[in-house]
T-cell receptor, first 117, second 110 residues
């Protein structure tokens, strides 16, 4: 159980275009989903926290107009990178926390590698 | 504030033991441990809650010293599959947001 999927797994896009990344919890309902980006050989950097049906909470320094997050249902959150630029190239990972009473563990999706040319 | 992990990297031979430490300057609600292999997402290992506890999972166990705000991950009789980067994530309140350490790279050689 506790499987999280991400789509696409990798994407290459031209500078100035927008890219949407989907994060789905396949076998559980997620009250909260988190979006991270990770640079090579570095730790996870939390970008935003999204709760179903409400606006996402962005971390300091993350542009909410550039990284649009929608958490439309208990099993789906999307991250849209708008007007992407080469510096947005990174590994984007989502995680989800189950709606059931638990200890707060996060289950991660496999990640999406974004390359902006 | 980012927790401090040590060591940064360690190389072991199969069958040897390892200890990875995670310390914070802030009071912690919980400590989470994950392992990430190259190019893959982190995989959940275990959570330790305040109150001080120790947990085990096969040959991987961990402890949490609430007074010192430190957690240690113990890998005994390491296997090749244990290779990867280990991250601790600390939670300062029960809001489920984790602050991640920089990671400890573990290489297991046959």
């Amino acid at each position: 159980g506790a499987v999280v999927s991400q789509h696409p797994s990798w994407v290459i896009c031209k500078s100035g275009t927008s890219v949407k990344i989907e994060c789905r919890s396949l076998d559980f309902q997620a009250t909260t989903m988190f979006w991270y980006r990770q640079f090579p050989k570095q730790s996870l950097m939390l970008m935003a926290t999204s709760n179903e049906g409400s606006k996402a909470t962005y971390e300091q320094g993350v542009e909410k107009d550039k990284f649009l997050i929608n958490h439309a249902s208990l099993t789906l959150s999307t991250l849209t990178v708008t007007s992407a630029h080469p510096e947005d190239s990174s590994f984007y990972i989502c995680s989800a926390r189950s709606i059931r009473e638990g200890m707060g563990e996060q289950y991660f999706g496999p990640g999406t590698r974004l390359t902006v040319t | 504030q980012q927790p401090v992990q040590s060591p940064q990297a360690v190389i072991l031979r199969e069958g040897e033991d390892a200890v990875i430490n995670c310390s914070s300057s802030k009071a912690l609600y919980s400590v989470h441990w994950y392992r990430q292999k190259h190019g893959e997402a982190p995989v959940f290992l275990m959570i330790l809650l305040k109150g001080g506890e120790q947990k085990g999972h096969e040959k991987i166990s961990a402890s949490f010293n609430e007074k010192k705000q430190q957690s240690s991950l113990y890998l005994t009789a390491s296997q090749l599959s244990y290779s990867g980067t280990y991250f601790c994530g600390t939670e300062q309140s029960s809001n489920y947001q984790l602050i991640w350490g920089a990671g400890t790279k573990l290489i297991i050689k046959p």
